[in-house]
Structures are given as C-alpha cells and as structure tokens.
C-alpha cells in the first residue's frame, strides 16, 4: 500500500510565499512523474505543476516564474515553492505521483489548504 502525505498549507498575505510537500512511502520501487493540483471552492481541480523522474518541469502558465517544483528522490518526497502568491491561488492543493511498485499506479494525496489573504 502506498501512502502520499502532504505538509505546508496555511494563510499568507498577497505577495508572501508558502512551501508544500508530499512525502510518499510504503511499497515503492520508483516514482515517475511527481505534480501538485490544486481545486479552488465551485472549481474543477486543476493541473498546477510536474516534474519527470529525470527532472523536467512544466507548470500552468498562470504559476510560471512564481512557483518552483521539485523532488528528492532518496526521500520520495516533491515540493512546491509558492512565491508572490495572489489571492486567486487560494485552493486546496493536491501532490499527484505516479508510483511503480509492482505495476504503475497513479496516487493522490490528502490535499492541503492554501489561503492567500489580499
């Protein structure tokens, strides 16, 4: 069984930044792609960002040059590095992993509140 635990939500003023994390564990032989979502209240869930097991990245173009993703693969572990945060980030953001062990398997987190006060 595998397991994604998210860390790092809170409120934060316009303009300030937040970091999250999502730690996965149990029966992991390796993760491919690693992402963050996020579903603002009365939204779909959206894609926010994505990182390759070789660490490409790609983000939605609304977080470019605010956000950074990024991975430790010894910890199985993705972060999201929120800068400049705008009222309209406020959402809960889900980590998204693609997890191989046995078989490929796509997992999700629990979500974790951001909030983003103007």
């Known amino acids: 069984q595998v397991q994604l635990v998210e860390s790092g939500g809170g409120l934060v003023q316009a303009g300030g930044s937040l970091g999250l994390s999502c730690a996965a564990s149990?029966?992991?032989?390796?993760?491919?792609?690693m992402g963050w979502y996020r579903q603002a209240p009365g939204k779909q869930r959206e894609y926010v960002a994505r990182?390759?097991?070789?660490?490409?990245?790609n983000y939605v173009e609304s977080v470019k040059g605010r956000f950074t993703i990024s991975r430790t693969n010894a910890k199985n572990t993705v972060y999201l590095q929120m800068n400049s945060l705008k009222p309209e980030d406020t959402a809960v953001y889900y980590c998204?992993?693609?997890?191989?062990?046995?078989?490929?398997?796509?997992?999700w987190g629990q979500g974790t509140q951001v909030t983003v006060s103007s």
């Open positions: 149990g029966s992991i032989f390796s993760i491919d792609a």
């Open positions: 990182i390759t097991s070789g660490g490409g990245t």
């Open positions: 998204n992993d693609f997890i191989r062990g046995p078989g490929l398997r796509e997992y």
